[in-house]
């Protein structure tokens, strides 16, 4: 049987661990902050795109950044840049982004069960690009032939405890069966799962038939899939138009829906999760330390971007973001990360930038909007 392959990337995120540099309207997908001329958006499609032609690669994102996405990714038609009305997680989107790829390919006479979907994230560090396709390629025959729903297993690289972990039957398959899903561990347990090697990170990357996935949802959770057939009502012979903001008609069907990750929805339910090991380096690129990982150090363990100078310091991380002719300088300073922007300053330990989100919740808490 031959598919339609489609690309759903998930992009509405505010990246808040990344403030001052990530804001409401420019968070960390619009970034540069892997590659010195391409945000992370770009890099995400044109990582996937020698895979699945441009037609068939899908962003959905929030209204606030439905445009300026759709500047950043104008070789993408417009009318693939989809707005979630709303907030709702991971679950709910995916949702909208099967009804919608269903109804596109209706209008072509190409049914649900000849469609299958990678779902990718905007905000990943893969490398190389061509074992990222690769395994990207073995999950989606693998989903197009068995029915399963599929995911990425990052072989773990050290006993990280800000992932979630995935165990997996043992052996040397190239696609494993998942036993358990796992939340993120403390440290001593961890350690006890790169230990063993049945256990994989989660990269919240996913892979399925889309007929099986609208099937999965009416079996696990029927308060989603409920809305789906009026909200394919809403979108029939729609979905080729522009709009800006979701599809009138959407919002009210989209409002009500849970706030529930695609984990917790089906992931963790289903009794058909298939596992595809990665051979590609990964990172989710989720706070500031990730650029030690990401970027090239200098012999001190540093990481510079911007015009910034650096004496007698060690594993720091400094960003210089401000226009004009403006120096960051420091002396002395070991495991520190700062962030200088026009309006703000951020500076924090290196071991404690996941707490960076709390400045953006104080600011949002005092109303102090000029700074988000």
């Not at 990280?160 to 190239?174: L, P, V, W």
Request: hydrophobic share 40%; proline share 5%.
């Amino acid at each position: 049987m031959s598919f339609v392959r489609t690309v759903v990337i998930m992009a509405g995120g505010s990246g808040e661990r990344f403030y001052p540099s990530s804001r409401i309207r420019k968070p960390k997908q619009l970034l540069r902050l892997v590659s010195d001329t391409k945000t992370m958006i770009e890099e995400a499609v044109e990582r996937i795109a020698p895979l699945i032609n441009h037609d068939n690669i899908f962003v959905i994102t929030s209204e606030i950044l439905q445009k300026p996405i759709r500047n950043v990714l104008s070789f993408l038609p417009p009318q693939n840049i989809i707005a979630e009305p709303a907030k709702r997680n991971t679950a709910p989107c995916l949702a909208l982004s099967a009804v919608f790829i269903a109804e596109r390919f209706a209008e072509q006479g190409i049914s649900p069960d000849t469609i299958s979907m990678a779902v990718l994230t905007a905000d990943h560090f893969m490398r190389p690009a061509e074992k990222f396709r690769e395994t990207v390629d073995n999950a989606l025959s693998h989903a197009e032939n068995s029915g399963d729903l599929v995911t990425i297993g990052i072989v773990p690289s050290r006993p990280e405890t800000g992932y979630g972990y995935i165990q997996t039957e043992k052996g040397n398959a190239t696609v494993k069966r998942a036993i358990a899903f796992k939340e993120k561990p403390d440290i001593e347990t961890a350690r006890q799962y790169i230990a063993d090697e049945s256990y994989f990170w989660n990269s919240g990357m996913f892979f399925w038939r889309v007929d099986t996935f609208l099937n999965e949802l009416e079996k696990h959770a029927s308060e989603i899939s409920g809305a789906l057939p009026a909200m394919s009502h809403v979108l029939h012979h729609k979905t080729n138009e522009v709009f800006n903001g979701s599809p009138e008609g959407v919002a009210q069907l989209f409002a009500p829906l849970p706030n529930i990750s695609i984990d917790y929805a089906i992931m963790e339910k289903s009794e058909q999760i298939a596992v595809v090991p990665s051979n590609f380096s990964w990172d989710d690129v989720g706070s500031w330390d990730a650029l030690y990982r990401t970027k090239q150090p200098d012999t001190n363990g540093n990481v510079m971007m911007g015009e910034v100078l650096l004496i007698d310091c060690k594993d720091t991380i400094a960003v210089n973001e401000c226009d004009g002719n403006k120096l960051v300088a420091l002396i002395g300073m070991n495991e520190t990360v700062i962030v200088e922007t026009n309006d703000v300053t951020v500076v924090c330990p290196a071991n404690r930038v996941q707490e960076v989100k709390k400045i953006v919740e104080t600011l949002r808490a005092e109303g102090k909007k000029e700074f988000l």
